[in-house]
């Protein structure tokens, strides 16, 4: 970069002129002079003068003139008015318009001069490195701008691509989860089925066994007819075998049937009637004057701890079978013939729910049958006539038609407690 000063002089005193050029270019400076404005504005345009010494008065084009131009067109060209005038509002005007510094005429010390050339020098350098330093600042913003629009673009684009992957990683589990659901379904159809097809055959067989065995036995009695050899004690085995064969049918046909009659329970949608709004209280009470056929033979007592007037809206006909089956558990398991046992049904209403408390006070369910007790087919009575169908539709009740939940808990001498929600 040539770093050589140029000064540029516009003055038609070429005394003034010469000599200021002179002292210049004795320090070191190329000097361009004019003698007049019009020159001095096509100089400047063409040499892109370091600064410009001008005079204020002369023919033609102005200093003031040529101040204007150079603010316009060269707005960080240091300009320095030299003028003979020695009128302050000259000076006030010049500086006004745009001129940098103002020198008086005569000028005794040159020195005093270049003092203030370089420190005009030193001023536009300033303004100039001013001006590149915040060009570049906001090329520099411009920039991260950019990059941060570019970034967030980015960002968008991945947060899009993200949220559509997880939207179809979600509907994957979503089908995963309704094939489980359904496979879940279907095995525990199949354990219910293979439940049935078990239990049914010991009775279905003992009848096949008995109607055959009577179906020889008549065999057998009607040849001894046709061929008329028949002896009275005959006839007495005879009936003695039938009576007996036909005990043994209807006792084991009644025990598939009841089978078949517990499993049709088994799915919910059977015999819970509809949906209504109805007194809890009050049809506890219902329930237990049902049932009173059966207490009023033992010595055990009922207590109902429920609030009147408590509005529910549910299945009366599933509350019904679920408090049923609990008491006759009760009766059956849980107390004997003599005891005088206490059952007590405590209600207590939470804002999305009911909760149910069934506890009685009888022998207790042990640790290791709790967690089968609404398995199907599990019972501790299978001998005198238990399905081991109760606890399952109670459960398949609770959570599929009344939308809550049930648990058990039985602690040693305490009895048995069960605990139910039905969904409002
Ligand atoms: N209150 C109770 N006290 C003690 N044991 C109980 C009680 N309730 C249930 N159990 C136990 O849970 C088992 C399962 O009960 P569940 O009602 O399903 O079958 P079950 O009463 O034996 O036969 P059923 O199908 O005829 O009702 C019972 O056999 C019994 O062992
Ligand atoms: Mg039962």
């Known amino acids: 970069m040539d770093t050589t000063r140029k000064i540029l002089i516009i003055d038609d005193d070429s005394i003034v002129r010469e000599s200021i050029a002179d002292f210049f270019e004795d320090s070191g400076y190329e000097v361009l002079q004019c003698t007049n404005g019009k020159d001095g504005i096509d100089t400047i345009r063409k040499e892109d003068p370091t600064v410009i010494l001008c005079d204020l008065h002369m023919p033609g084009i102005s200093g003031l003139e040529v101040i204007d131009i150079v603010k316009k067109e060269y ?3 240091p300009l320095i008015v030299v003028s003979g005038n020695g009128v302050i509002k000259d000076a006030i005007e010049a500086v006004s318009r745009g001129a940098w510094n103002y020198v008086m005429k005569p000028i005794y010390d040159l020195a005093e001069l270049e003092l203030s050339v370089n420190m005009v020098i030193e001023k536009a350098d300033l303004v100039r490195n001013n001006r590149l330093y915040k ?8 920039k991260r ?8 673009t980015d960002l968008e684009k991945r947060v899009k691509e993200r949220t559509a992957e997880l939207e179809s990683s979600i509907k994957v589990i979503k089908e995963a989860q309704a094939k489980l659901v359904q496979s879940e379904k279907m095995a525990a159809l199949g354990g219910l089925v293979a439940g049935v097809a078990h239990e049914i055959n010991t009775p279905v067989g003992v009848g096949i066994t008995a109607a055959s065995h009577m179906e ?3 065999k057998d009695f009607e040849k001894l007819f046709v061929s008329q050899q028949m002896k009275k004690s005959d006839l007495q085995n005879f009936l003695i075998t039938t009576k007996e064969a036909s005990r ?11 089978l078949i009659q517990g499993f049709k329970q088994v799915s919910v949608d ?13 049809y506890i009470d219902k329930i237990l004057m049902s049932l009173h056929p059966k207490i009023k033979m033992t010595k055990h007592q009922i207590i109902v701890n429920c609030p009147d007037k408590l509005m529910i809206d549910t ?25 005088e046992g206490t059952i007590t049904i405590t209600t207590e209403e939470k804002p999305e729910f009911l909760e149910v408390m069934y506890h009685d006070d009888g022998t207790g369910i042990d ?21 081991g169908l109760g606890m399952n539709i109670v459960y398949n009740l609770v959570t599929q038609k009344l939308g809550g939940q049930i648990r058990c808990e039985s602690l040693e001498g305490e009895g048995t407690r069960f605990f139910f929600t039905v969904k409002k």
């Open 270 to 282: 059977q015999n819970t009637g509809s949906r209504r709004v109805f007194d809890f209280k009050e």
């Open 315 to 339: 299945f009366p006909g599933a509350i019904s079978q679920i408090l049923t089956n609990l008491i006759m558990n009760s009766l059956t398991h849980g107390f004997s013939e003599n005891d």
């Open 216 to 218: 020889t036995a008549t």
């Open 367 to 387: 640790e290791e049958n709790i967690s089968h007790v609404f398995d199907p087919f599990f019972t501790t009575k299978r001998t005198s006539g238990g399905t």
């Open 145 to 152: 701008t950019k990059e941060l629009f570019d970034l967030n």
């Open 135 to 142: 060009e570049g600042l906001e090329i520099e913003v411009e």
């Open 248 to 258: 043994i049918l209807l006792t084991n046909l009644t025990r598939a049937a009841q």
């Open 75 to 77: 707005p960080e060209m």
